[in-house]
């Protein structure tokens, strides 16, 4: 059964540092792995997919990495501002056919200004 | 990708009445599914909603609580019926597929809360 841990459960940082964001999982046989930010009591946007076949992927700020042999994803904010104040869940698709999303628990992450 | 519009975006109802969630997403979708999440808590897959017959229910829940419609390939509901104060949650619904897409989108949820 694939399980999902992220680490730090929480953090807070100064605006403009640099953070990783770190996700593991227990079975490597993974589809995609892709990372989503939620705000308070609102859903769910998505910020990176990576496929299985892929090392890493970038959207302005943001860098994921996937390391799938190891089971481990990082998620990389450069020059953190305090609207990325928010909580990124590690969401895992794993292969065989389901479709199914095994979820982290979030890292529930706060830039002081 | 897709865009899924929910409603209502919350809702404070009285135990023992039910409460129907709308999802309509913006293009032809091949899979929707209903999570829940409860305060301070990570996403749960309540079901997986399909296409012209029965949604595939996770453990743990059951048709005659969750009962779920998807008539077509861009709309699903989600009822939740009899609430308790156990209910409240927050409801998303989930779309896999849609125009040049592989990953999902959510819908912006529904806050529950049942007094």
């Known amino acids: 059964k694939q399980e999902v841990t992220q680490i730090p459960a929480a953090l807070s940082v100064p605006e403009g540092e640099n953070l990783v964001l770190n996700c593991s999982f227990t079975d490597s046989a993974i589809y995609n792995l892709q990372w989503f930010r939620q705000d308070p009591g609102k859903g769910l946007t998505s910020l990176l997919l990576i496929q299985s076949s892929q090392r890493e992927q970038t959207s302005g700020r943001l860098n994921a990495s996937l390391d799938k042999s190891s089971g481990r994803s990082t998620l990389y904010i450069a020059a953190s501002q305090p609207g990325d104040s928010a909580t990124y869940l590690c969401a895992v698709r794993t292969q065989g056919g389901s479709e199914k999303l095994v979820f982290g628990k979030g890292t529930k992450l706060t830039v002081n200004p | 990708s897709a865009v899924i519009s929910q409603k209502p975006s919350r809702d404070i109802c009285q135990r023992g009445t039910s409460l129907t969630i709308q999802c309509q997403v913006d293009?032809?979708?091949?899979?929707m599914f209903w999570y829940r999440q409860q305060p301070g808590q990570s996403l749960t897959l309540i079901a997986t909603a399909n296409q012209g017959s029965e949604a595939t229910y996770e453990s743990g829940f059951v048709i005659d609580k969750f009962p779920i419609s998807r008539p077509n390939l861009t709309f699903s509901t989600l009822t939740v019926s009899n609430m308790s104060p156990e209910d409240s949650s927050i409801y998303l619904c989930s779309a896999l597929g849609g125009q040049g897409s592989y990953g999902y989108t959510f819908g912006s949820g529904t806050r529950l809360t049942v007094v």
């Open positions: 293009s032809q979708v091949t899979m």
